[in-house]
């Protein structure tokens, strides 16, 4: 069973940054995907970023490329997301979720374990 915590949202004012963290235990896993979604109440839950945890490869949704990077630290076993040129539109619940890596790309993999999401609120 894989547990998934997600830390660092917070508030901030548009045109600042913030980096959340994605941190994974319980894995036997040699390789996963991780990925970020978000949600806001009402709306469908929208995936903005993914990642090969030990290959690297990512993929952004269009409303974020450019302003939003992912990266992993293997011997953590995190994922971050750095989320800079904030906007009010960017503001949502944060959440990782992690499957487990058996080729393709992580951008289209259905993910099964999720953690329980932090909040990221833009606003000035």
């Known amino acids: 069973q894989v547990q998934l915590a997600e830390s660092g949202g917070g508030s901030v004012q548009p045109g600042g940054s913030l980096t959340l963290s994605c941190s994974a235990s319980?894995?036997?896993?040699?390789?996963?995907?991780v990925a970020w979604f978000r949600q806001v109440p009402g709306k469908s839950r929208e995936k903005v970023a993914s990642i090969n945890f030990r290959g690297g490869v990512r993929g952004f949704a269009d409303s974020v490329k450019g302003r939003f990077t992912i990266w992993s630290e293997h011997a953590k076993k995190t994922v971050y997301l750095q989320m800079r040129d904030l906007k009010p539109s960017d503001t949502a619940k944060y959440s990782c979720?992690?499957?487990?890596?058996?080729?393709?790309?992580?951008?289209?993999?259905?993910?099964?374990?999720w953690g329980q999401g932090t909040q990221v609120t833009v606003s000035g």
């Open positions: 979720a992690a499957e487990k890596y058996e080729g393709g790309s992580c951008w289209q993999y259905d993910y099964v374990y």
């Open positions: 319980g894995s036997t896993w040699h390789n996963f995907c």
